[in-house]
Nanobody
Framework: QLQLVESGGGLVQPGGSLRLSCAAS????????IGWFRQAPGKEREGVSC????????YYADSVKGRFTISRDNAKNTVYLQMNSLKPEDTAVYYC???????????????????WGQGTQVTVSS
């Protein structure tokens, strides 16, 4: 059974860093497009960062460019989201998701992903 489990969320002060992990079981991440998404209270789920199966293509939302980095460790079957210079507006539940095929020009659209983790809360506050 395909399963994704996020970890690494928590409470951090503005300017701080967190690294989220997304561990996969039941399938091999190598062949999948992987995405990190977030949803804040009262807002729609949005794509934060996504990476193609070959790692040749990545997407970052404008709001996180230069601060967040997505990466994968195929040996550990895990994808990471390194988040630096965190801001209060980054506060949300963060989800990872996987999909076998996604159109490159729609690399990070939540509705195009079929397998989701349960989410991890990130709170940025002083």
């Amino acid at each position: 059974q395909l399963q994704l489990v996020e970890s690494g969320g928590g409470l951090v002060q503005p300017g701080g860093s967190l690294r989220l992990s997304c561990a996969a079981s039941g399938f091999t991440l190598d062949y999948y497009v992987i995405g990190w998404f977030r949803q804040a209270p009262g807002k729609e789920r949005e794509g934060v960062s996504c990476i193609s199966s070959t790692d040749a293509n990545t997407y970052y939302a404008d709001s996180v460019k230069g601060r967040f980095t997505i990466s994968r460790d195929n040996a550990k079957n895990t994808v990471y989201l390194q988040m630096n210079s965190l801001k209060p507006e980054d506060t949300a539940v963060y989800y990872c998701a996987a999909e076998l095929q996604v159109l490159l020009h729609r690399l990070c659209v939540p509705g195009d992903f079929g397998s989701w983790g349960q989410g991890t809360q990130v709170t940025v506050s002083s």
